[in-house]
Structures are given as C-alpha cells and as structure tokens.
C-alpha cells in the first residue's frame, strides 16, 4: 500500500513526456505556418498561447509528481531539467509570435521561413530522442536523434550570423533593425534549448548503460 502512494500506477513519466514533446511538435507547426504566411493576428496568438498554456501544465504534472515519486525511471534531476527546457521550447516559439504580433511586421520573411524549417526539423529529432527514452536498447538511433540537433544548432548559428550581417547592411531603418534581430536572435535560442534537450537525453542513456 505504501509503494502505491509513492508511485500510482496510473501515472507514466513516458507518457508525459510523450505528450510534452508532442505539444512541443505542434508548437512548431503552427509557427511554420504563421511565419509562411506572416499572419500573426489575435486568433492565431491565441492558439499558440493555448499550446503554451497546455505545455506549463504538462511541465506543472511533472514536476509534481516528480515531487510525489519515490521511484523515478531515470535521474530525478534529469527529468526535471527535461520537463524544463521542453517548457522553454514553447515559452520561447510564443515570445517570437508574440513579438511579430506587437512588431506587426509585415510580408513574408525568407531568412524566418528558413529559420522555421530548421527549428521544425530539430523539434521533430527532440521529440524521437524523447520518444527513445522509453525504450532504452535502441540507444543508438536517440544518440543518432542528439546529434542531428547538435548539428541543426551549428546551422542555426551560421544562419544567424548571416541574416545579422545581411540585416545590418541593408536595413536602413534603425528600429526595423532592432525588432528583427530580436527575432532572428530568438528563433537561434530555440535551437540553442533544442540542443540543451538533446544533452539531457544524451546523459539520461549515458546513466543507464
């Protein structure tokens, strides 16, 4: 009776973490797809601050029950940094929504298109190596899931750069300036957590070699 108060049946970190990636995924989605159309009104700010919303809760259940458990599948401190930076995933594709939404930027952008796929693209190869955790053995094709975010983050650090430079050189507009580097700079930040995710997952199966 008192291992089933410390850790209930009914709950799975797996499965939350499933979800929490899933929300993560979605998240991108619908970032792609606002930055394509460069569309960002009340509604579709509303959406994505839905995602966040779900996204903070997932990461709300985890750490309580991570509070509640006495035996955990891996690291405690390592699922609570996992929980974490999938948070700061959502939290930060939101502020950059946000921001166009406020800016009111208009016109497509190719350099934040480019940046979306890159940053669809290293979500999607988190959430696998996510999904992986569940099934240790194939710890090959999650440490091959980490290293194809790693090398997304060097890309989008080269992106960056560029579209600095290009934004620098061409943009006559000092306040334009200011409002696209904060975004450029962002939508590299995801990456960049993107990459923090991939380290967390890769210690999680260094520890259970």
């Known amino acids: 009776m008192v291992l089933v108060r410390f850790f209930p049946k009914e709950f799975s970190f797996f499965d939350v973490f499933d979800e929490h990636v899933g929300l993560a995924v979605e998240a991108s989605q619908l970032f792609r797809e606002l930055v394509e159309r460069s569309a960002v009104d009340e509604i579709a700010l509303a959406r994505m601050q839905s995602i966040e919303h779900s996204a903070d809760e997932t990461t709300h259940m985890l750490i309580d029950q991570l509070n509640k458990t006495f035996i955990t599948p891996f690291d405690r401190e390592d699922i609570y940094s996992l929980a974490k930076e999938l948070d700061d995933i959502v939290d930060t594709l939101t502020t950059?929504?946000?921001?166009m939404r406020?800016?009111?930027?208009?016109?497509?952008?190719?350099?934040?298109?480019?940046?979306?796929?890159?940053?669809?693209?290293?979500?999607?190869?988190?959430?696998?190596?996510?999904?992986?955790?569940?099934?240790?053995?194939?710890?090959?094709?999650?440490t091959k899931c980490c290293v194809e975010v790693n090398t997304l983050e060097n890309v989008g650090d080269s992106m960056r750069d560029k579209v600095l430079a290009e934004l620098f050189e061409t943009e006559s507009n000092p306040i334009n300036v200011i409002k696209w580097k904060e975004i450029y700079e962002n939508a590299e930040n995801v990456l960049d957590i993107c990459e923090d995710v991939a380290n967390v997952v890769e210690s999680i199966v260094v520890k259970q070699a």
Do not use: Q, T
């Open 96 to 99: 950059i929504v946000n921001r």
């Open 102 to 142: 406020v800016y009111r930027l208009a016109g497509p952008n190719k350099n934040l298109i480019e940046f979306s796929l890159v940053i669809d693209e290293s979500i999607r190869a988190v959430a696998s190596a996510v999904k992986g955790l569940r099934h240790m053995k194939n710890r090959k094709a999650i």
